[in-house]
């Protein structure tokens, strides 16, 4: 069973499962991106008029629309879509097997990095995931962290008073370094 949840972004919905749907934590696919995609079920949703973004991770798949296509046509196309998958396969949409983006990695000598990344992942990861998004770090130079948003909180209009307010006051409390975040 399906359930939806409404997101900041008007744009974006979150589709939540009882069931997992992938193995390998939250990845990002974008309509641009398509012909690079080896997943088919991730294909086939961003071949879905007017889908533009797919954000999965464990319960929960986030869509981004486009601004000219309706929720009320493009709804029912995807919770049937999900709902079939999960009647006929017993396997996550994403398997750990499948290829992954490698991630940044981290220096492991850098402190100050490894408190950024502790901070993002404990408390502004599951902030953003009730939104259907995920927030990734990218850079540490001269107090400036940049983070990319992705999912529903990529070009959502509340995504810099979530940047500035939200991320950048946590990053500032916990890691004294940290002077701004900007977003990547």
Not at 25 to 38: A, N, P, V
Not at 65 to 85: A, G, H, Q, R, V
Not at 161 to 177: A, D, F, W
Request: charged share 30%.
């Amino acid at each position: 069973m399906i359930q939806i949840e409404n997101t900041p972004n008007p744009n974006a919905l979150k589709f939540l499962s009882e069931k997992q749907l992938s193995e390998q934590g939250t990845q990002e696919f974008q309509k641009k991106d398509i012909s690079k995609i080896k997943n088919d079920f991730i294909k086939q949703l961003l071949n879905f008029e007017g889908v533009e973004l797919i954000l999965i991770s464990q319960n929960f798949l986030s869509v981004k629309k486009n601004e000219e296509t309706s929720w009320d046509s493009l709804k029912p196309s995807i919770i049937s879509y999900i709902n079939d998958y999960l009647e006929k396969n017993k396997k996550p949409i994403i398997l750990k097997s499948q290829d992954k983006k490698a991630e940044k990695e981290i220096e492991e000598g850098d402190e100050i990095v490894q408190k950024i990344n502790d901070v993002l992942q404990s408390k502004v990861r599951p902030a953003v995931a009730k939104d259907g998004g995920d927030i990734q770090f990218v850079s540490f130079n001269d107090g400036v962290v940049k983070v990319k948003l992705k999912g529903s909180c990529s070009g959502c209009p509340s995504s810099v008073m979530t940047l500035k307010q939200g991320v950048q006051n946590l990053l500032c409390h916990y890691v004294k370094e940290v002077k701004s975040v900007e977003a990547s």
